[in-house]
């Protein structure tokens, strides 16, 4: 059974949300495979993976949908799966938002609350609440295509909080955004998610929509969580080589442990290169073994080999500056290893004569605690 739980003093509290060993198959294809987590109240909890997955369907279910093969899903307490999805009290934010443009913005918020009966004098006070905590007091009259991006976002989301769901779904509701606004609206959101104080449930293939936003962050592949935790200790604490490879950037080798003792593991890589690990993530590693090796790019220390050596770390060598990815302070060196392989690492440029440049010779040193290692 794949089980997946939060680890902290949060889950005294009460679960807006629990799944209970759900399955979804669609003939032959097992969808999600017995995935089982719950969400504390007023989190803001991401689902995480690569497209196919499982994850929009698992969210289908949670809003009804579709209906888990098994399982269980209940909302405050109660089970779902019996009702429908008008009569959970659970809202979407698609991808496209789905506004509608026929009506203005006030229109827009008030059409659930019209839907299901309030009277005119409770809509005008909660459109008014709502409008002021996604800091747009002024808009309720303009039409849906007066506002840039980001407003149509808050407005998508407004539309949903005024009818003060348990939980609210978003299904990549940045993706169609240009990148300067996706960055925004990421600081946007948890800034939103604070201010309702309700449970936001993020669907997403973009690690950093995920890690930045995040209370917790579920990582899924193929139907089943590989691992839950805060963004921090995804990224630092991986507890399978997919979740290191997927969360962050690395460099990755295919190798073996050649020799370990009570430090450690002695590891060569396919291609031949010799490094040192301290790290055997959740499992068991002896010598003989295959494995994965990562190691990130800001882990590693990379100088002109000219230049003396400071405390680098255990694991060494030599190589070439391919090129240099200039991005200010994200700025990365690709280098030319010595058997041929491209490592990356992370670099300041200054714009200085001592910035590194395609063509020097450099030593890559990083330390083995940062040589994240698991059995293949």
């Given at each position: 059974?794949?089980?997946?739980?939060?680890?902290?003093?949060?889950?005294?509290?009460?679960?807006d949300?629990?799944?209970?060993?759900?399955?979804?198959s669609?003939?032959?294809?097992?969808?999600?495979?017995?995935?089982?987590?719950?969400?504390?109240?007023?989190s803001?909890?991401s689902i995480?993976?690569?497209?196919?997955?499982?994850?929009?369907?698992?969210?289908?279910m949670?809003?009804?949908f579709?209906d888990?093969?098994?399982?269980?899903?209940?909302?405050k307490?109660?089970?779902?799966?019996?009702?429908?999805?008008?009569?959970?009290?659970?809202?979407m934010?698609?991808?496209?938002?789905?506004l509608?443009?026929?009506?203005?913005?006030?229109e827009?918020?008030?059409?659930?609350?019209?839907?299901?009966?309030?009277?005119?004098?409770?809509?005008?006070?909660?459109?008014?609440?709502?409008?002021?905590r996604?800091?747009?007091?002024?808009?309720?009259?303009?039409?849906?295509?007066?506002?840039?991006?980001g407003?149509?976002?808050?407005?998508?989301?407004?539309?949903?909080?005024?009818?003060?769901?348990?939980?609210?779904?978003?299904?990549e509701?940045?993706?169609?955004l240009?990148?300067?606004l996706?960055?925004?609206?990421?600081?946007?959101?948890?800034?939103l998610?604070?201010?309702?104080?309700?449970?936001?449930?993020?669907?997403t293939?973009?690690?950093?929509?995920?890690?930045?936003?995040?209370?917790?962050?579920?990582?899924?592949?193929?139907?089943?969580?590989?691992?839950?935790?805060?963004?921090?200790?995804?990224?630092?604490?991986?507890?399978?080589?997919?979740?290191?490879g997927?969360?962050?950037?690395?460099?990755?080798?295919?190798?073996?442990?050649?020799?370990?003792?009570?430090?450690?593991?002695?590891?060569?890589?396919?291609?031949?290169?010799?490094m040192?690990?301290?790290?055997?993530?959740?499992?068991?590693?002896?010598?003989?073994?295959?494995?994965?090796?990562?190691?990130?790019?800001?882990?590693?220390?990379?100088?002109?080999?000219?230049?003396?050596?400071?405390?680098?770390g255990?694991?060494?060598?030599?190589?070439?500056?391919d090129?240099?990815?200039?991005?200010?302070?994200?700025?990365?060196?690709?280098?030319?290893?010595?058997v041929?392989e491209?490592?990356e690492?992370?670099?300041?440029?200054?714009?200085?004569?001592?910035?590194?440049?395609?063509?020097?010779?450099?030593?890559?040193?990083?330390?083995?605690?940062?040589?994240?290692?698991?059995?293949?």
């Open positions: 059974m794949n089980t997946a739980t939060l680890t902290d003093s949060a889950l005294e509290t009460a679960y949300l629990e799944c209970s060993n759900i399955h979804k669609f003939g032959s294809v097992r969808a999600v495979d017995d995935v089982s987590f719950t969400i504390p109240k007023g803001f909890f995480l993976g690569p497209s196919g997955c499982g994850k929009t369907t698992l969210m289908r949670i809003a009804g579709e888990p093969t098994s399982g269980d899903i209940q909302i307490g109660k089970s779902v799966l019996n009702t429908p999805p008008n009569k959970r009290n659970v809202k934010v698609f991808q496209h938002l789905a509608f443009p026929m009506m203005n913005v006030y827009n918020i008030a059409y659930g609350l019209r839907c299901v009966g309030t009277d005119k004098a409770e809509i005008d006070r909660k459109v008014k609440d709502v409008l002021d996604i800091a747009l007091p002024d808009v309720a009259n303009r039409e849906i295509h007066q506002l840039s991006g407003q149509k976002q808050r407005i998508a989301i407004a539309r949903c909080m005024v009818m003060d769901p348990d939980v609210l779904l978003l299904d509701p940045l993706g169609a240009d990148l300067k996706r960055e925004a609206m990421k600081i946007e959101l948890k800034l998610q604070h201010q309702f104080n309700t449970t936001f449930i993020y669907i293939h973009d690690q950093s929509e995920a890690l930045v936003m995040s209370d917790h962050v579920a990582i899924m592949n193929e139907g089943r969580f590989e691992q839950i935790g805060r963004p921090e200790d995804l990224y630092h604490n991986p507890q399978t080589s997919f979740v290191a997927f969360v962050g950037d690395s460099n990755r080798w295919a190798g073996r442990v050649v020799a370990e003792d009570a430090s450690g593991f002695r590891l060569e890589t396919d291609a031949g290169l010799v040192t690990s301290v790290r055997a993530v959740g499992q068991r590693i002896s010598a003989g073994q295959n494995v994965s090796i990562f190691v990130r790019p800001e882990f590693i220390k990379a100088r002109k080999t000219s230049t003396p050596s400071a405390d680098g255990e694991n060494s060598l030599q190589g070439r500056v090129s240099v990815l200039f991005n200010g302070a994200n700025s990365r060196v690709l280098v030319r290893g010595p041929g491209l490592i690492a992370d670099v300041v440029v200054t714009g200085g004569a001592d910035d590194l440049r395609a063509g020097d010779d450099v030593t890559l040193e990083w330390s083995a605690a940062q040589t994240m290692c698991f059995a293949a």
